[in-house]
């Protein structure tokens, strides 16, 4: 199960998909709010899109499954992880999104991250390929087919996303990792580049031992599967294979 980070949705995954569609059954989910999702009038939660992906394991019925997730969905496969440990066999989680309460990590009103209602605004009216060009602009180390899925994602963004409440903090979410149970592959950025910082990706490893597999990504930003592609899909098999060989 592939979980997107917020703003994105399940065209994200270009590489990911067919690699491994034609061996197993492969769901990339639409968060809500996200890729023609509906979004709830309620607040936006991890612990709700954890919910969402669980009811979608649970109808599909493909539990046990490895779930990864970026960024806002490396702490939704998290949650689930927690809240409905029998669905899940593993956890990839490229840059999760383990924001903290202290200052620099605090956006707006409701807990909504500062960019958020900028980058919504900056592509309302625009064309799919309007915003791919942007994106080319912006990420010259990104592929055509990634520019492509990012583009559509954002241009199927609900607007109120931004004007909802956001509760990016019901866990510590470094520290819940003591209560994972299953094998974690994380998967972090260069320094500075990313969300994980070096403290935190040294606590995962305190906590989870030998459930961790740590791989980092030193010329790589946040959006790690975009930069580095070849060496995610790698740590991604290396994962698939733990996960195959446990069961």
Known sequence: MLLHGLTDASTCWPTVLPRYAGTRPVVALDARGHGGTPLPDEPFTVAALAADAAAAVR?????PALVVGHSMGGVTAEELALAAPDLVAGLVLEDPAWRTAE?????GPGGLPDWLAPA????????????AAQGRADNP???????????EAKA???PRLADVPHDWLGRDWVE?????RVPVTLLTAGPGLGVVTDRQAARAA?????????????EAGHNIRREASDEY????????????AAR
């Open 59 to 63: 109808a599909l019925d493909l539990g």
């Open 103 to 107: 200052p620099e990590g605090v956006d």
């Open 206 to 218: 305190e906590l989870l031992g030998d459930r961790l597999t740590h791989v980092a990504f030193p």
């Open 141 to 151: 180390r990104w592929s055509e087919e990634e520019v492509l899925g990012w583009a």
């Open 156 to 158: 199927r963004v609900d």
């Open 176 to 180: 819940a990792l003591a209560d994972v």
């Open 120 to 131: 919504i605004a900056a592509v309302q009216g625009r064309t799919v390929e309007q915003i």
């Open 233 to 244: 899909l790698a740590a991604v098999d290396d994962a698939v294979a733990r996960a195959d």
